[in-house]
């Protein structure tokens, strides 16, 4: 049973957004991998750029700075 976890900052991706992430991942696995859609999971957690770092900045300051 595949487990895909997506971590995404939470920028406002819509339901519609985050249904085709989830379908689409499905798909891949199944078309890549020969898993069962049935049995595959997949978690999309939304973080909060503030909780988000890169290259010791959070997304939040890097944003202020035009990165």
């Known amino acids: 049973m595949p ?28 078309d890549i991998l020969g ?5 595959t999971v997949v978690v999309i957690d939304e973080v909060d750029m503030d909780n988000w770092g890169i290259d010791g900045q959070s997304v939040t300051a890097r944003r202020k700075q035009g990165l």
């Open 3 to 30: 487990f895909v976890n997506i971590k995404i900052t939470n920028e406002g991706a819509t339901a519609e957004q985050k249904q085709d992430l989830i379908q689409g991942v499905t798909q891949l696995l199944s």
């Open 35 to 39: 898993k069962n859609p049935k049995t």
